[in-house]
């Protein structure tokens, strides 16, 4: 193979592995946004699974994050670019907690599309 094609390669995979990352960036704004704001009587129950989620997707967003840095591009890293970048909407107001369940749900296909 030749140089140019090896670094075309490289490119379509930091593309691929940008859109694999940016999903579950801003979708992780919707587990912490509900975790501060979830109410009601299943609050302890949402509040720990909303924090679970987030952790989870932290970690899967930093080893996504180091993977294209591995491949010698920088990584987005900024709110904008985030909001650029992405398909994933972020969600406005505070939902009623049975809302948050039903957008986490479709937030997840999302991200499991992608991926």
Request: with cysteine; hydrophobic share 50%.
């Amino acid at each position: 193979m030749t140089l140019v094609f090896m670094k075309k390669i490289v490119q379509k995979l930091q593309v691929a592995w940008v859109g694999c990352l940016l999903k579950p960036i801003v979708f992780t704004s919707s587990p912490t946004t509900f975790i501060w704001n979830v109410t009601g009587p299943m609050f302890q129950t949402l509040h720990l699974m909303f924090e679970t989620q987030y952790n989870e997707l932290a970690l899967a967003v930093d080893l996504l994050a180091e993977r294209i840095r591995a491949l010698g591009f920088p990584t987005p890293a900024t709110y904008s670019e985030f909001a650029r970048l992405s398909s994933i909407k972020e969600t406005a107001g505070v939902p009623k907690a049975e809302e948050m369940i039903k957008l986490l749900v479709e937030g997840q296909e999302s991200v499991v599309r992608t991926a």
